[in-house]
Nanobody, 116 residues
Framework: VQLVESGGGLVQPGGSLRLSCAAS????????MSWYRQTPGKERELVAI????????NYANSVKGRFTISRDNAKNTVYLQMNSLKPEDTAVYYC??????????WGQGTQVTVSS
């Protein structure tokens, strides 16, 4: 059972990044998928969530209109397209899989740094 994030890095303000999270070892299509982020000294913050079928999506107010979550159940992958990045978006980004009555699954995180 594994989630592996990729796509993080250093980007200038106003730039874009696309994060990917590849799932293995479980039935990906039955899990809602989320992206969280965390900065030192702060609690982990929910950024975006997409239901198992992809029919319901919600975003944190801080990223609405700039970030887009999507999933490809055939590829067992969830994505986070991040546009118009701001320095305050700097954080470690984690993906998470959730299904009622099952243990949550977390990835190891990928660093996103927005700086000039």
């Amino acid at each position: 059972v594994q989630l592996v994030e990729s796509g993080g890095g250093l980007v200038q303000p106003g730039g874009s990044l696309r994060l990917s999270c590849a799932a293995s070892g479980f039935t990906f299509s039955r899990y809602a998928m989320s992206w969280y982020r965390q900065t030192p000294g702060k609690e982990r913050e929910l950024v975006a969530i997409i239901t198992s079928a992809g029919d319901t999506i919600n975003y944190a107010n801080s990223v609405k209109g700039r970030f887009t979550i999507s999933r490809d159940n055939a590829k067992n992958t969830v994505y986070l397209q991040m546009n118009s990045l701001k320095p305050e978006d700097t954080a470690v980004y984690y993906c998470s899989a959730r299904r009622p009555y099952y243990v949550d699954i977390w990835g190891q995180g990928t660093q996103v740094t927005v700086s000039s």
